[in-house]
């Protein structure tokens, strides 16, 4: 089993940049594809980007392309997420993801092992 801690959480104006750390233990994290997702107050889980176990693919939703960023090393069993241009409405708590299935998902439900999350707020 793998254990997740994200971090690099924090507030920040809009345009500003973050980048997010999930600093996996327990397994080695080239074993998983892995994934961001953010919760805004009464929304439902959103799918943000996914990287394949190499790092050689990834994915990310509509609305950040071109902001954000996912990206994974492997020596370090870190994945990381980063964040540009901020918006308002990227506020949100993210959480990373690990999947043991071979192929990527959007699907939060599809997903294994989970961080605790960290609150990102972007005011105007």
């Known amino acids: 089993q793998v254990q997740l801690v994200e971090s690099g959480g924090g507030s920040v104006q809009a345009g500003g940049s973050l980048r997010l750390s999930c600093a996996a233990s327990?397994?080695?994290?080239?074993?998983?594809?892995m994934g961001w997702f953010r919760q805004a107050p009464g929304k439902e889980r959103e799918f943000v980007a996914a990287?394949?176990?190499?790092?050689?693919?990834?994915y990310s939703t509509g609305s950040v392309k071109g902001r954000f960023t996912i990206s994974r090393d492997n020596a370090k069993n870190t994945v990381y997420l980063q964040m540009s241009s901020l918006k308002p409405e990227d506020t949100a708590v993210y959480y990373c993801?690990?999947?043991?299935?071979?192929?990527?998902?959007?699907?939060?439900?599809?997903?294994?092992?989970w961080g605790q999350g960290t609150q990102v707020t972007v005011s105007s």
């Open positions: 327990g397994q080695t994290l080239s074993s998983y594809i």
């Open positions: 990287v394949s176990r190499t790092g050689g693919t990834t």
């Open positions: 993801a690990a999947l043991v299935s071979p192929f990527i998902s959007r699907r939060a439900s599809e997903y294994d092992y």
